[in-house]
Structures are given as structure tokens and as C-alpha cells.
């Protein structure tokens, strides 16, 4: 993944856990992962190796920013809330219950 795929993806998961859009702007985690890339940013027939390291660091937060989203979607989706219906279970685990003919 490149470096600008990386930045965009940072800022996606950053906005994602955001509760207001306008916190972005004042964001300091947003503000300090542009800096960093901006810092680090190097043309074609330059090589660093801080880049590198700064896309692997940036690969390695944005999978625990996705993680983090997906554990908090899913906590909220499967956590007890009390006593569940026949009904309620079933259509949780994807079964259909049987109808009565009448």
C-alpha cells in the first residue's frame, strides 16, 4: 500500500470515530499524522527509510483503528441487552422458524 493510500485511509477511520465532522479540522491525531507524511515525503530517486518505517507505523494504526470500529459495531450488535425472544435468537443467528398451518 502506498503512502498516500495510507494517509487516506488514516484519516477515513479518523473521521469514522470522529462524532462531529468539524473535529477533524481540530483533531491533533489528524493534524500530526499530515505533518509526519508531509515531513517524510521524498520523490522517486530518493530513498528513505524513515518513509518506509512512517507507512508501516501508518499500516499498523490503521488496522487497529479498523479493528477497534469493528469490535465497537459488533459488541453493540451481539451484547446482551436482557432476555432475547424465540424469535429475536432466531433471526440472530440467520435460522426461520417454523409456521403453524391453519
Excluded at 515525503?41 to 507505523?57: G, S, V
Amino acid at each position: 500500500m502506498s503512502g498516500s493510500k495510507v494517509l487516506r485511509s488514516l484519516l477515513h477511520e479518523l473521521r469514522q470515530a470522529a462524532s462531529d465532522a468539524n473535529d477533524m479540522k481540530k483533531s491533533l491525531a489528524a493534524r500530526y499524522i499530515r505533518a509526519q507524511y508531509k515531513r517524510l515525503e521524498t520523490t522517486d530517486q530518493q530513498f528513505c527509510k524513515a518513509r518506509n518505517e512512517a507507512i508501516f507505523l501508518g499500516q499498523t494504526y490503521l488496522t487497529y483503528l479498523s479493528s477497534q470500529r469493528k469490535y465497537n459495531e459488533i459488541y453493540r450488535e451481539y451484547h446482551g441487552r436482557g432476555e432475547r425472544s424465540v424469535k429475536e435468537t432466531a433471526d440472530l443467528v440467520g435460522f426461520k422458524l417454523p409456521t403453524d398451518p391453519k
